[in-house]
């Protein structure tokens, strides 16, 4: 199941809805992703992110490029991310 509780999913400011010519289209965050568990109003990093979008059905990915370097800090030190 993708909404575990306690997970982190990716969060950003902006979304952008792709339409692929290969498939439907899909919704991705755009610029700077940040890590965010459901129901808080906040990112690891300690950003406000109450009105943000967030890929409930995705897990925050760390080792991605435009992952937020400071919450990627956050997790490592608070819990063991996935390889």
Known sequence: MAWVDGAWHPTAPVRVLEFPT???P???LDGLVH???IGTL???CGSSAAEWP???TEPFDHRAPEACAVC???LLGTERLAR
């Open 26 to 28: 899909r919704w991705r």
């Open 72 to 74: 990627v800090a956050t």
């Open 54 to 56: 967030m890929l409930m």
């Open 22 to 24: 290969d498939g439907p």
């Open 35 to 37: 890590a965010r568990r």
């Open 42 to 44: 906040a990112a690891a």
